[in-house]
Structure formats: structure tokens, C-alpha cells
């Protein structure tokens, strides 16, 4: 492995270290986030459970993962249809990622080490998340429990740290009760 390939690897960017850069008048060039929708399928208050997946560990999530991740959970959940379930992003990229690019080149006979604690170019946004953080929030109604459940495991696998699934019954007020009769 060259040292280019290693420096361009997403696990160099999991964990937290020092203050965060998120604004991008002192960073010109960062890139505008990845992901497509914070929101899909259809807001309703007469779901029934509410999943969330919960960070339990300190890291940070680019956003390529977190698009990755809301892909994978509404894949699993387009079978149901779009108005049987509303799934929400809860975190925003906002932390801005740089990286202080080395050259690599086939007549490198030495590895160069560059600069210590350069600025680097940015490269790419990520969320910093804390342990019990809610990353993504899961309408559905009871019949579709158990597809839920498969949905929030398949985009679990694409994050980069362990997660769990809380699930919740939501309950109906009896205002909403006396206005559905």
C-alpha cells in the first residue's frame, strides 16, 4: 500500500481530535454536502413506532457515510411505500475535513513526511456525533415493524462505529383520537 492510498482512507477521518473547522470562509474550495434529502417517504401523525439509531461511540461520520446509510435504509423500505413511513436525517454535516496531500510518485525511493500540523485543502464535510446522538429517525405504523427493524440494521452497517436501534410506541393523545372519529 503506497502512502497516497493510505492517506485517502475514511477511517483516518473517524476520530475527533482538536477544534473543529466549520466555517467556510477560512476554508475556500470545501465541498457541499453529499447527502440528497435530510427527509423521505411522508410525514403523518398517526404512525405508530418511532426507531432511532444511536450512536455509542465519540467519532465523527462523513458525509458520503451518512448518504450511504439513508440510501440503504430507504431501499429497504420502498417495498412499504412512500406513505407508510418518514425517515429523517438528524445530523448535518457541517465540520469541515482537510488533508495535507504528499506526493507518491513511482521514483520516490523514500516516503516524504511533510510539514507538522499543516492546513491541508479540504476534502470533504463531516458530523461529529456523541455517544446516545440520534443519527436517523423511523416512522412507521406496527405492521411495518419488523421491515423497520431490517432498515435501521442495513444502514447501521454503513456507519463507521456501533450503533443501536431504540424503538418506541408513539402515543396518541386523545385530541388526535376525538378528531379521527
Same mark, same amino acid.
Given at each position: ?28 474550495? #470545501? ?94 464535510? #463531516? ?27 442495513? #444502514? ?21 383520537? #376525538?378528531?379521527?372519529?
Amino acid at each position: 500500500m503506497t502512502l497516497c492510498e493510505f492517506r485517502l482512507q475514511g477511517k483516518n477521518y473517524r476520530l475527533t481530535s482538536g477544534m473543529p473547522l466549520t466555517s467556510k470562509v477560512y476554508a475556500p474550495g #470545501a465541498p457541499n454536502s453529499k447527502i440528497a434529502r435530510f427527509s423521505t417517504g411522508q410525514a403523518s401523525p398517526d404512525y405508530d413506532y418511532m426507531l432511532q439509531l444511536v450512536s455509542t461511540e465519540k467519532v465523527q461520520i462523513r458525509h458520503n457515510a451518512l448518504e450511504a446509510s439513508r440510501v440503504a435504509a430507504n431501499k429497504k423500505l420502498t417495498p412499504i411505500g412512500e406513505t407508510a413511513y418518514f425517515l429523517r436525517v438528524k445530523v448535518y454535516p457541517h465540520v469541515i475535513l482537510r488533508e495535507n496531500k504528499m506526493i507518491a510518485t513511482a521514483g520516490a525511493d523514500r516516503l516524504q513526511e511533510g510539514m507538522r500540523k499543516a492546513w491541508g485543502k479540504p476534502i470533504g464535510l #463531516a458530523a461529529r456525533v456523541m455517544p446516545g446522538s440520534v443519527i436517523l429517525e423511523l416512522y412507521v405504523k406496527k405492521e411495518n415493524l419488523e421491515r423497520a427493524k431490517e432498515a435501521m440494521k442495513s #444502514a447501521s452497517t454503513k456507519l463507521p462505529m456501533p450503533t443501536h436501534i431504540v424503538i418506541e410506541p408513539l402515543q396518541k393523545n386523545e385530541q388526535q383520537m #376525538a378528531a379521527a372519529i
